[in-house]
């Protein structure tokens, strides 16, 4: 039950992150470090961050609400691959204020979603 609620309030914490890309893209860009360069950027922030983070989102409530593993692989599998280029950005080019910030949110997710997978069942009918 506690790794349900912590799985949903990832979530939400990851919808409200996607809903302020899609109408602040801007604004939350610059939270994010990043810098729009006019519609094309801004429709860039709007379109693929809202995507990462909603989709994230949806999935981890669905897989959260049924209990369900295979549900919690895109999400996991998203926070890996974030987290693996950070890894490498912090090799190649070095540390920046609060570096570690971002990348103790997106282990938090894959600790979380890990877990949940290695015990939650796979699929609707799966024991």
């Keep these: 039950m506690i ?3 912590i799985i949903i309030l990832l979530a939400l914490f990851d919808m409200i992150v996607g809903a302020a890309f899609f109408f602040t893209p801007g604004g939350s ?15 860039t922030l709007r379109a693929d961050l809202t995507a990462f983070f ?7 409530a669905w897989g959260a609400w049924r209990r369900r593993a295979d549900a919690l692989l895109a999400p996991l ?4 691959i974030a987290f693996t280029g950070r890894l490498a950005n912090l090799v190649v ?3 920046y204020e609060r ?10 997710h894959i600790a979380v979603l890990g877990l ?5 069942r796979w699929g609707p009918h799966s024991v």
């Design 3 to 5: 790794l349900r609620a």
């Design 29 to 43: 860009g610059r939270d994010f470090g990043l810098k729009a360069d006019g519609a094309a950027g801004l429709s």
């Design 54 to 60: 909603v989709v994230s989102a949806l999935c981890m």
């Design 116 to 120: 949940a997978v290695r015990t939650w």
């Design 77 to 80: 599998a998203l926070f890996a």
């Design 99 to 108: 570096w570690w910030e971002p990348m103790a949110v997106e282990m938090f």
């Design 93 to 95: 080019a070095g540390t």
